[in-house]
């Protein structure tokens, strides 16, 4: 029961359910992640924590960065049960389809100049 609590708590945000409709199309950054949203990199972070810690997302870093990424086929079912109803769900949600199209330019910029001007640096 405490996995589905887990889930269910991490969906109820709107926040963290664009940021996971923003992975559809495969790994990101968090910096790329902060910049579809507009918060602070902090705050991406924590919603990307909280979504981890719920199994649904999978997490790697390089170097200093942070890249998320959908779960595969191995991770646990009440997860990527979750995260398909959340596709299925939201599919042509007005603000998602919005998100996905702003997602195409962030992914045509230059990842690290993005990173270094999302961390002030």
Same mark, same amino acid.
């Given at each position: ?6 889930? @269910? *708590?991490? =969906?109820? +945000? ?9 992975? #559809? %199309?495969?790994? $990101? &950054?968090? &910096?790329?992640?902060?910049?579809? @949203?507009?918060?602070? =990199?902090? !705050? ?12 649904? $997302?999978?997490?790697? *870093?390089?170097? #200093? ?11 646990? !079912? ?7 109803? $959340?596709?299925?769900?939201? +599919?042509?949600? %007005?603000?998602? $389809?919005? +998100?996905?199209?702003?997602?195409? #330019? ?8 993005? &990173?270094?001007?999302? &961390?002030?640096?």
């Amino acid at each position: 029961m405490k996995a589905f609590l887990n889930i @269910t *708590k991490a =969906l109820a +945000d709107a926040n963290r359910l664009r940021m996971l409709m923003a992975l #559809r %199309e495969g790994e $990101v &950054c968090v &910096c790329q992640i902060a910049e579809l @949203t507009g918060l602070a =990199l902090s !705050t991406v972070s924590k919603h990307l924590s909280v979504l981890y810690q719920a199994g649904l $997302v999978n997490a790697r *870093k390089e170097g #200093r960065w942070m890249y998320y990424s959908l779960p595969g086929k191995g991770a646990a !079912t009440a997860a990527r049960e979750a995260v398909a109803w $959340v596709r299925r769900s939201l +599919d042509g949600n %007005e603000r998602i $389809v919005a +998100d996905a199209a702003r997602m195409k #330019r962030v992914r045509a910029m230059n990842l690290g100049a993005l &990173c270094k001007r999302q &961390c002030g640096n």
